[in-house]
Each structure stands twice: as structure tokens, then as C-alpha cells.
């Protein structure tokens, strides 16, 4: 059970809109938190507010603890309960033995902890009904009665599909697509809801839809039906507690009925279809007529995989209307909302009844302005082609609105046939985004237009590839690619707070776990439930699995909690240990080749050089136009290894971060293991892959995995940077990277004491580059840099979050924020902004999990900068200036030698680095603009 500690900072921010932060920032801090430190806190918990005032007959009581540590405290109390409220409060005391009164009281809640306390069972169709070319929508009912006061009511609910509730004719919750994806077979979520306000005294109704959602939908890179099963059904324990301590529960089972009504066909990639003549009005009302209503069948299904949602819920978010409208015969339009997203339309018309409304969804227009899907279409032969597209049919009233319920699409375009009118009109119509609802976390903003939109672009990309899962794009496949996940993870986090959405990631990511260690390639894995040929020559590929280690490494960064990766470790070491096994396989080429068996040095170097199985590689580098089909053939069929220096490094990345994971959790034995084998993995690939001062092959890609994973001897580095530099400006700052190396291209050129470099190459807007995108009207990132080819043909998704992973960049080096919570201590920021790239200022707000920093630094006219920074209460920070001459630097006017609150730390070539409590700082030192 994680506590929120009441001391936290907690200013407000106001953004100019919803991608950007105000840049004139409010600076202040309570003078009573500045340098707070905690020494010690004290939590208590009982079963009501009366209780616990008294300080009787206490649930948990933890006693003076002496921490620093403010959230992400365990419950460690008296056994708890299902469904039973626990209320609590804290108290801490400061560096200076003063203690704070008690916080106001809060409270968590429990939902049902064991099988048993299910009275619901899973109800479904009749076997036969809703079996063929149509799979409609079951809708279920129940009817009950209320005879007694009523104190509280709460439903628990889950499906198999995806479900809608209803109580006396209102929806309940206003999350869509739950329960959500998972690992099915081995984890089933859900939900709960606070209904008392629902439920009335005399008869009741409750109704659920369910749609086909990725339990039978079509799911991943074939597309393929009926994963986890065939039928659909649901399931509900609804708990209505009276006010003399009694209970009234209404559950699932032999009496409740089902029919089929207007949702046709709901499917998350194909569409849905609506045939509103079928609408029965009422249907979740009591006393409606359900004589022909059919009997739910009773299934057999376990409840013992049930758990409970512990990550934000998918919502309706931002709504875009029609920016402009093109028509383009007397009966379609095509509608441009001027954002790609992730969602879904809705529209209002009137029109004849059986009229058919046609609503097709893309993200590009082909070369005559018409919509296109032909970019997002299986390359390989036999596979259902991407649709995209709602169908509604009138039933012919004054005045009728659609939005599907169980379906969304990828689009900033949708094409309308079928209207009844020869006019369209944009009120008529609003797209609505659909996301996981994150809390916002981080705020950018800086003086350059173009960087501000490549957030925005990043942020939109993220927000469409979030729909519970962290998808690849929100059309062609959207799988959990696991490649992509832990490529966008770090900048996931500065921008919404992600951790229990990764966290449920990564229960399924061990869920779907192989014995042997293989992780499958997207997660949850279709292809546990139903192999297919394609998963399963391709899952374990390295690069992708390594997920199972970076996601957790870079969650416990963020937060300092060990829980993550305890819960995670025996994952990571099992992947590990699978690519530890695999060094010790060569491809048959090499096997059978005279010449290599004979060469010694080469059979020396082998075992630690991960050359065998199938690996994607980095992926999609400038040109590149990869097919899976051609791939498989060139990686398998021709033993093809040139991805092996890519598949080393991150084995010997993923050996260096479990070794240290070992340290925090205290396995001596596996550290030192782990330890090992990163260093002779290091050492091997240093011998096959550096040459006189040089990486084999000579590129980008491979120069930024060595700097970023310390795979090279510390005395090459310099050599090696430079390099990289070298080769970025003879590429004309251009990127020459793919998947798995832009993430940390910007990143290796900074810490090497490129900065310039890396924002130039940042601001180059020709292809291949990120700017080029904006010109080219992208409102998200592209999957490839010639998303638009240069005869203005499309290729590949438009929404991917893969080549923004430079996101966490623009924290951690343009506004200078760094989170860094893996030693115990509360110096958790390092505040290092990169001066320069033609910027006149740049500004970060971060609400991290130890409270709110802010930085801004601005270059003034008298050639001087100057920096604001905010560091909350309870934490330190390290700040690190552009300048060697410690005594031009002041604060606040006054030169900050001999602050006892600004201490030096150390002092570089070209850095100079003080230590910082918190409070409001504002900084100036000489600078020349670049």
C-alpha cells in the first residue's frame, strides 16, 4: 500500500495551453520548507476517523521511523480486509528534531481480496448466438430489489471483451475498454466502483455491454481473431451494505438474460457497426419488457486470476473539431481535425431511416487529397487488410448521435460517405482522443517554435500509443512491442506519472515469460494464447526483451523504489540468464565454415558475442525500408549476423544494470555474477567490434550504444566520441540511427562534451531529421525518417513513439532536470542544463514523486545567464554551471562563495558543481551567447 506524505511541495502550474507550460513560472517556496529535511516520520491507520483520533484499537501504528523517505511506504500493519475503508494519517519531524502535527486525515480502500469473497460467476450467450459473420454486442440484465436504508453500495466488475455498466439507467464510470488488456489467462482485472448514488430504495435494474476488445478481436501483426476465446461474457458482485450493517448482494448468474441489439460488429482495429433500428430504449430501466429477453448461460471460469486495476484508467480525452472539410462527391466528405490521435468521431444527423453512414479513418492523404491506408496495409500475403471504419444506420428520427462504444482508430483524417445531405456541417462532428488518463507531470517550453512543436509531436505520439498498453501505433498493429516501451520509458515519465501503467506492463511482460527465459516480442502476447509461426521465430530478440531490465531500472531511477524491482527481478535475471545461454550458440555459417573454426582469436572471443538467434536490430535507420517477411529471410534463411553488435551490447547493458539491481536488493552472489559477465562481454566486444580507435562497422548507431552502455575501455572514449561528432557532421547533422540508438544519440554527444553538435543536429530540418517531419505537416513522430518520401508518398505509422525518445533530452540536458533516486539519499536532482543551440531560454516544470522542480535559465543582453531553479522540500540537488571561475557566480546578487546552503562539490575543465538545499535560487554567471 503506497502513503503520499502530507509535506510534499505542492505549488500549481499554469499552462498556456495543454502541451506547454507558462514560461513565466511562479518562483517561490514556503520560507518554512526551504531546507526542510525529514529525519523521521510516523503513520498511523484504524478503521474510522473517530478511532483514530483516539488512538485506539489502531490497524498499524509504524512508531518513529527514522527516514527520510515520504511515499511509497508499505503497509506493514494487522491483516486487512476485503472491502473494508482503512483511514490514516502522518506526522514527521525535521533535521532539527520538530516534529509536524498530524496531516489530515485520508483514507484508502480495499477491494476483494480472495476468490471466495466472489459470489458473482461468469454468464455468457448461448453457445450458438452471436457466432458468425456478424459477432454482435451481448447485452446483459438484471433486475433486484431494496427494502433497507442503504449506507454505501460498491460494484466489482470484469468481463471477458470489454464492458459498459449501467444502474437504472445511468453509466457508471466514465473509463472505456476496461478491464483491459492482460496476460488473460493468467491475469484478469477489475474494476471498482463507488455506486451508492446509483442504487434506489424498491426495484433496480443493471445492465452491462460487451464488446469483442482484445479477448476475440483482432489482435497484433496478423491480425488474428479469438485469441483468449470465443464468447464473450461478464461478470459482476454488486455489494450493497445497508445502514444496520447488513448486506444485499447482486451478482452474475442463473437469473440474469440477455439479447442482441444495434452494436453489429465491435472491433478495436476493424471498426463498428450500428444498426440504431435495432435500439431497445429502456433496456436498463426496471420494468422494462424482457419477456424475449434469452436465459444467460452459467460458465465455468476461474476467479482465481482476477486482480484488481492498479494503473489509470482509459478515458475520452481532448476533442478536435473538423479544421476543414472537403467535398468530395455529393455524398462523402472528407474531414481534416488537424491532429493525429488515437480516438474516435462522433457526429449528430438526421436523415431517412436505413441509411448508411460510412465513416473510414486515416492518418495521411495519398497524392490526389484523398484519404489512404495503403502505408499502413500487411506487406505479407493472406493477412486481413487494416480497416478502420464505422458504420452506422439511421433508424430515422428527428435528431441522431453515434460514437461507438468498442472500437477506436488512428486517424487525423476521416472520410465520410453515405450522408444524407449534400451539406456537412463541422459542428456536426468532434474526433475525441482516447488514452490512458495519466496525471501530467512535466511541462516544457522554450524559445524556439520548432522544439516546442517536436514536444507537442512527442506528447501526441505518446498519448496515442497509451490506450492501455504501450502500444507501437494506434492502427497497424498496436501490440506492446517491447522495443519501443523501454526505448520511451524515460521520456514517458518526465511527462506523466507512467509508473503504474509500466507497472501492470510488466506483471504481463512475466506473466508471458518463457521457462527458459525468452520474453516474447509485444506483451501481453497473443502468441501465448495461439502461436503463430511469425512470433514464434522472432520472440527473445535482443534489444526488445531487455525491456524486462531497462523499464524497471528506469522506474526505480525515478522514484527510488526497491519494490519494482523486487517484484521484477526474478524476470530480469531469467532474461539474462536466456542470453547468457544463447553466447554459447554460433550460426550455422560460422559453424560450418573451415576457416573460422580454425581461427583461435575468433573462438576465443565467440562465447561472449551474441551472434545466434533471430534479432530485429536497430531498426529502421535512414533508408531503410524493412519488411518483417525480408528480414526473418536475410536473419535466418541466410545466417546473417550483422546484428550482432547490436544484440551484444544490450546483453552486456542489461548484465551491467541486473548486477547493480543485485547490489540495491542485496544478492552479493549475483551482483558479482552479473558483474562478470558484463565485463566479458565488454571485453569481447571491444576485440571484435573496435578498430584502431574505431567501431566495426564505422556508423552512428553503433558509436552511441558503446558511449551509452560504457562498452569501450574509458581511455577510447574521448577517441571515440569524437568520432561520433565526425561522423554526425559529415552526415550534415543529420541522424543515421534506427530503434535502438536515437534514444541516447543526443544524450552520447552531450556527455562527451558535444552540445553544440547535438542541437544542431536536433535543428537540422532536411532528411533525414525531426524538424523534416514538421515540414511535412506531422503532428506526431513517424515509425521511419521518410514517413513522407520525397514524391510525397506515405510509409509506415505516423504515430509511433520510437524515434521521440529524445523526449527525456529536453529535461535532462536543454532545462537541465535529471531524476537520479538510486542511492538512498535525498539528493535525488541534478540540475545541468546545455546552454546554447541558438536558444534564448528554455524552461521545465517536473512534478516528480518527491515534489515539484522547476528550472529556467535565460541569456541575457549584457552577456551573462541566468538560472532559476525551484527544488522542493525534503530533497537536494546538485547544480552544475557552465564555468571553471567559481567566484563570477551569484545568487540572488550575492556571490555564492561561503552559503553554507550552497556548497562546492567539485570543479572540471569547463564545470563548476555545488551542492543545493532546497528553496528558490537565481543564479548568474558570465556567458557568451553561441
Not at 110 to 117: F, N, Q, V
Not at 670 to 684: C, G, M, Q, V
Not at 851 to 878: C, F, H, K, Q, Y
Request: glycine share 8%; proline share 5%.
Amino acid at each position: 500500500m503506497a502513503l503520499c506524505h502530507s509535506l510534499r511541495c505542492e505549488h500549481s502550474v499554469t499552462p498556456l495551453g495543454v502541451d506547454e507550460p507558462n514560461p513565466l513560472l511562479e518562483w517561490h517556496i514556503e520560507s518554512e520548507q526551504a531546507g526542510f529535511l525529514q529525519t523521521a516520520y510516523r503513520i498511523q491507520a484504524a478503521l474510522s476517523k473517530e478511532v483514530l483520533e483516539q488512538e485506539r484499537d489502531l490497524t498499524w501504528d509504524t512508531g518513529e521511523v527514522e527516514s527520510w523517505h515520504t511515499f511509497d511506504i508499505p503497509y506493514e500493519g494487522l491483516p486487512i480486509a476485503s472491502a473494508q475503508r482503512y483511514f490514516w494519517r502522518v506526522a514527521s519531524r525535521n533535521q532539527d528534531g520538530i516534529w509536524t502535527p498530524w496531516s489530515k486525515t485520508s483514507w484508502w480502500e480495499t477491494g476483494l481480496l480472495r476468490t471466495e469473497d466472489w459470489h458473482a460467476k461468469f454468464i455468457e450467450p448461448g453457445k450458438e448466438d452471436g457466432v458468425g459473420a456478424e459477432r454482435p454486442a451481448p447485452y446483459f440484465r438484471a433486475v433486484f430489489d431494496i427494502d433497507q436504508p442503504i449506507k454505501s453500495a460498491r460494484a466489482y466488475v470484469s468481463c471477458h471483451g470489454i464492458y459498459e455498466l449501467s444502474l437504472n439507467g445511468a453509466p457508471v464510470g466514465d473509463a472505456v475498454f476496461a478491464p483491459g488488456y492482460t496476460n488473460y489467462p493468467d491475469r484478469l482485472q477489475y474494476q471498482t466502483y463507488d455506486v451508492t448514488e446509483f442504487v434506489r430504495s424498491g426495484g433496480n435494474a443493471v445492465g452491462m455491454i460487451v464488446g469483442d476488445g482484445w479477448y476475440r478481436g483482432r489482435l497484433g501483426i496478423t491480425s488474428q481473431r479469438d485469441t483468449y476465446g470465443t464468447v464473450l461474457g461478464a461478470l459482476l458482485h454488486l455489494d450493497i451494505l445497508h445502514t444496520d450493517g447488513t448486506h444485499t448482494v447482486v451478482a452474475t448468474g442463473e437469473d440474469w438474460k440477455y439479447a442482441f441489439g444495434p452494436i453489429r460488429n465491435s472491433d478495436l482495429k476493424d471498426g463498428e457497426t450500428y444498426d440504431a433500428r435495432l435500439e431497445f430504449d429502456g433496456w436498463d430501466i426496471f420494468g422494462f419488457d424482457d419477456s424475449d429477453w434469452k436465459p444467460a448461460q452459467v460458465a465455468e471460469h476461474r476467479l482465481g486470476t482476477l486482480v484488481a486495476s492498479s494503473a489509470p484508467p482509459v478515458r475520452r480525452k481532448e476533442r478536435f473539431r473538423p479544421i476543414n472539410i472537403t467535398k468530395c462527391s455529393h455524398d462523402t466528405f472528407l474531414l481534416d481535425f488537424g491532429q493525429n490521435i488515437a480516438g474516435r468521431v462522433r457526429f449528430r444527423i438526421t436523415g431517412p431511416r436505413g441509411t448508411r453512414v460510412r465513416i473510414r479513418h486515416g492518418e495521411t492523404l495519398d497524392q490526389n487529397g484523398r484519404l489512404s491506408l495503403k502505408h499502413l496495409q500487411p506487406t505479407a500475403p493472406g493477412l486481413p487488410k487494416l480497416r478502420q471504419e464505422d458504420l452506422y444506420i439511421l433508424k430515422g428520427d428527428d435528431s441522431e448521435e453515434y460514437e461507438p462504444r468498442f472500437t477506436y482508430h488512428g486517424f487525423r483524417y476521416a472520410e465520410v460517405s453515405g450522408w444524407p445531405s449534400d451539406i456537412l456541417v463541422a459542428d456536426s462532428f468532434e474526433a475525441i482522443a482516447i488514452r490512458t488518463d495519466f496525471e501530467r507531470t512535466g511541462y516544457f517550453r522554450c524559445s524556439d517554435p520548432d522544439l516546442n512543436r517536436l514536444y507537442r509531436n512527442i506528447l501526441w505520439s505518446m498519448r496515442g500509443n497509451s490506450v492501455d498498453i504501450p502500444t507501437d501505433c494506434p492502427t497497424r498493429e498496436r501490440s506492446g512491442w517491447t522495443a519501443d516501451a523501454h526505448l520511451f520509458a524515460a521520456t514517458a515519465t518526465y511527462a506523466y506519472d507512467t509508473r503504474t501503467f509500466y507497472e501492470k506492463w510488466l506483471s504481463d511482460l512475466y506473466s508471458d515469460q518463457h521457462p527458459d527465459g525468452l520474453v516474447p516480442d509485444t506483451i501481453p502476447d497473443p502468441g501465448g494464447a495461439r502461436a503463430n509461426a511469425v512470433s514464434r521465430i522472432t520472440d527473445g530478440s535482443s534489444g526488445w526483451g531487455d525491456a524486462a531490465v531497462i523499464i524497471p531500472w528506469i522506474l526505480y531511477s525515478q522514484t527510488g523504489d526497491h519494490r519494482i524491482l523486487e517484484r521484477q527481478y526474478r524476470s530480469m535475471k531469467n532474461w539474462v540468464d536466456y542470453g547468457k545461454k544463447r553466447l554459447s550458440r554460433t550460426g550455422w555459417s560460422h559453424r560450418m565454415n573451415p576457416v573460422e573454426r580454425l581461427n583461435a582469436s575468433r573462438m576465443h572471443r565467440e562465447p561472449y558475442i551474441l551472434d545466434s538467434g533471430y534479432h530485429w536490430g536497430e531498426w529502421l535507420r535512414p533508408g531503410e525500408r524493412k519488411s518483417v517477411p525480408l528480414t526473418m529471410g536475410k536473419n535466418i534463411l541466410l545466417d546473417d549476423r550483422s546484428e550482432s553488435v547490436a544484440a551484444t551490447a544490450y546483453l552486456a547493458h542489461s548484465a551491467d544494470l541486473l548486477s547493480r539491481i543485485a547490489n540495491i536488493l542485496d544478492v552479493p552472489d549475483d551482483a558479482r555474477r552479473y558483474s562478470e559477465l558484463f565485463d566479458h562481454i565488454r571485453k569481447a566486444y571491444s576485440e571484435e567490434f573496435i578498430r584502431d580507435g574505431r567501431m566495426n562497422p564505422d556508423d552512428q548507431s553503433v558509436y552511441v550504444r558503446t558511449l551509452a552502455f560504457s562498452l569501450a575501455p574509458d581511455a577510447l572514449r574521448p577517441m571515440l566520441a569524437k568520432r561520433l561528432n565526425e561522423l554526425v557532421e559529415h552526415g550534415g547533422y543529420h541522424p543515421d540511427t534506427g530503434f535502438l540508438s536515437t534514444a541516447y544519440l543526443l544524450e552520447a554527444l552531450n556527455d562527451a562534451g558535444f552540445a553544440d553538435t547535438a542541437y544542431r543536429l536536433l535543428k537540422t530540418d532536411t532528411y533525414p531529421s525531426w524538424l523534416h517531419q514538421i515540414r511535412n505537416g506531422a503532428t506526431t513522430i513517424w515509425e521511419s525518417w521518410d514517413g513522407i518520401d520525397s514524391k510525397g508518398q506515405a510509409h509506415f505509422s505516423h504515430n509511433h513513439t520510437a524515434l521521440g525518445s529524445i523526449g527525456r533530452w529536453f529535461f535532462e540536458s536543454i532545462a537541465g532536470i535529471k531524476v537520479d533516486a538510486t542511492k538512498d539519499d535525498p539528493t535525488v536532482f541534478r540540475i545541468a542544463p546545455a546552454l546554447g543551440g541558438g536558444l534564448t531560454y528554455a524552461a521545465a516544470t517536473y512534478h516528480s514523486p518527491f515534489g515539484i522542480v522547476r528550472t529556467r535559465w535565460d541569456l541575457m543582453e549584457d552577456r551573462s545567464a541566468r538560472l532559476l531553479v525551484s527544488i522542493p522540500p525534503n530533497t537536494r540537488a546538485e547544480i552544475s554551471f557552465p564555468t571553471q571561475d567559481r567566484d563570477t557566480i551569484t545568487e540572488s546578487g550575492f556571490p555564492v562563495h561561503g552559503r553554507k546552503d550552497i556548497l562546492p562539490i567539485r570543479r572540471e575543465e569547463t564545470r563548476s558543481d555545488y551542492l543545493v538545499v532546497s528553496g528558490t535560487y537565481v543564479f548568474e554567471w558570465p556567458h557568451e551567447r553561441k
